[in-house]
């Protein structure tokens, strides 16, 4: 193992706030990617029950 403990580990030979900092801002855009696409579906899909909702209301008035 390249480090002897654990604390040797977290201080990561004296890179730390380099290595943990660009570990949080991963971790951070991965999980607004995840919640944005999940808004993102959710808006399409109430659009797209809206639009049939509409469409089967021109459709019944129509005839």
Do not use: C
Not at 1 to 28: C, K
Not at 48 to 54: D, H, K
Request: aromatic share 12%.
């Amino acid at each position: 193992m390249a480090f002897d403990s654990f604390s040797e580990f977290l201080a990561m030979g004296g890179h730390a706030p380099y290595v943990w900092s660009a570990w949080g801002v991963t971790a951070l855009l991965l999980l607004a990617t995840v919640w944005h696409a999940r808004v993102e579906q959710r808006q399409l899909i109430k659009g797209l029950r809206r639009r049939v909702r509409r469409e089967n209301s021109l459709r019944e008035n129509a005839q």
